[in-house]
């Protein structure tokens, strides 16, 4: 059917609403014509696997054309949807790769866990992004991350799960950032397999005893909610570190090795009226930052705490 202007009205797909025409007013479709750099730009700005995919619906030019994306996000999704989709991506090499497991479709076999950082460690991203659920149950059962040989950074919030480190020796070669959240792992062990680390998080993790020992790390930032027993450190080349924790009525700090370090937010809290001044006043925080250049001490004291001990 032609308009008064002479412009064309193109007749629905008969696949329906789910079938978009690409094609002009003189019945060409120039988007699909444009060079393959272009349309993974056009494909890449969706910033989901599964949008990208869709577009295959639209002209068959479009169809596998997300597999070869340089980054591929999977957000909201299912643990058997995604094995199926990273089984499909045909990019060896991904400079992303964002995986979102939410809580709706927590993971409740560890070793599906295990299979999915498996299949991610094959498509060789420069940083990964990982978030999945566990349960509670299945804490004590660790879950192996495999190699990742080409990661830069990786940030994996596990809730749950027990992560251990790659095994027979093998290392994160050339991983420099490292953010760790909600899981449980071994500080000491994991932070040994990285010798190039130079930024280390380590958020709301269950984890009595932060142990790292690092000749490369620069930034620490540790971040916990539930009480810490123990803190050993040893870091020659630590510039900024950042720590805020709740600690228990026996922490000990057994080592602090840290000479270049510059900035500081450090700060403890204790539940436990058994540090004072007196009778009356007793210890709720203490805090230890840097200043105008200058190292400051505050202490929070609190009477609430003694009256209900009287």
């Not at 349309?39 to 169809?63: E, M, Y």
Request: proline share 6%; glycine share 6%.
């Amino acid at each position: 059917m032609e308009l008064r202007s002479g412009r064309r009205l193109i007749s629905p797909s008969p696949h329906g609403a789910r079938r978009r025409s690409l094609v002009d007013g003189d019945g060409v479709d120039r988007i699909s014509s444009l060079p393959d750099d272009l349309l993974l730009q056009i494909l890449g700005r969706l910033r989901c696997a599964r949008d990208a995919a869709r577009t295959s619906f639209l002209s068959r030019r479009w169809g596998g054309l997300w597999r070869r994306l340089p980054e591929l996000h999977f957000r909201e999704i299912g643990a058997d949807a995604l094995g199926a989709a990273l089984g499909q991506a045909g990019r060896p090499a991904l400079s992303l790769l964002e995986i979102d497991i939410p809580e709706k479709h927590r993971i409740t076999d560890p070793a599906r866990v295990s299979a999915l950082l498996r299949t991610a460690a094959r498509l060789a991203p420069a940083n990964l992004v990982l978030t999945v659920w566990g349960h509670d149950k299945d804490r004590p059962v660790p879950i192996q991350i495999p190699r990742f040989d080409r990661a830069i950074s990786m940030k994996l919030t596990v809730h749950n799960l027990q992560l251990a480190p790659p095994g027979q020796g093998a290392e994160f070669p050339v991983l420099e950032r490292l953010s760790m959240s909600r899981c449980h792992f071994d500080t000491d062990a994991l932070v040994r397999r990285c010798p190039r680390l130079r930024v280390l998080e380590v958020l709301q993790c269950d984890i009595g005893t932060i142990k790292v020992h690092s000749p490369m790390i620069e930034e620490l930032v540790v971040k916990q909610s539930i009480y810490t027993q123990c803190i050993h450190i040893v870091a020659p080349v630590l510039k900024r570190l950042t720590m805020d924790i709740r600690v228990w009525f026996f922490f000990t700090l057994s080592c602090f090795s840290a000479p270049m370090v510059e900035d500081v937010s450090w700060e403890c809290r204790s539940s436990y009226p058994n540090i004072g001044v007196g009778q009356w006043w007793r210890l709720q925080r203490l805090k230890l930052l840097t200043e105008n250049s200058a190292r400051t001490l505050r202490l929070f004291i609190d009477t609430k705490l003694l009256r209900h001990t009287v």
